[in-house]
């Protein structure tokens, strides 16, 4: 007789979905990884995508083991700000700073 459960059993015992148990299952994989490795950079988009809750929990993991978390959607969202605010200023020959 085998010792295990299939996925879907196994989420419905827990109360969750199967794609739950997958993130589950992707976030243990990258801790280990982190733990592993000593100097990990986990880059995320969004802090919410890492973790709902407990990001902070997280976070402290990841540098207790030399790592640390890059979230980059506040850098893009200042590198957009910065191209639209110079496409602004630019193009229409009335402000400083044009060639026209």
Same mark, same amino acid.
């Given at each position: 007789?085998?010792?295990?459960? &299939?996925?879907?059993?196994?989420? /419905?015992?827990?109360g ?11 976030k /243990? ?30 976070? /402290?993991?990841i &540098? %207790?083991?030399?790592?640390? +978390?890059?979230? +980059?959607? /506040? ?11 110079? &496409? ?5 020959? %009335? ?6």
């Open positions: 007789m085998e010792n295990h459960i &299939s996925i879907g059993k196994a989420a /419905k015992y827990l969750v979905s199967i794609n739950t148990l997958r993130v589950w299952e992707k /243990k994989m990258l801790l280990k990884a982190v733990k592993e490795t000593n100097s990990a950079l986990v880059i995320i988009e969004y802090k919410d995508r890492l973790a709902r809750f407990g990001y902070a929990y997280l976070e /402290k993991y &540098s %207790d083991f030399g790592g640390h +978390i890059v979230v +980059i959607e /506040k850098k893009l969202s200042k590198v957009i700000e910065s191209e639209v605010t110079a &496409s602004e200023d630019n193009g229409d020959g %009335d402000n400083p700073g044009t060639d026209s």
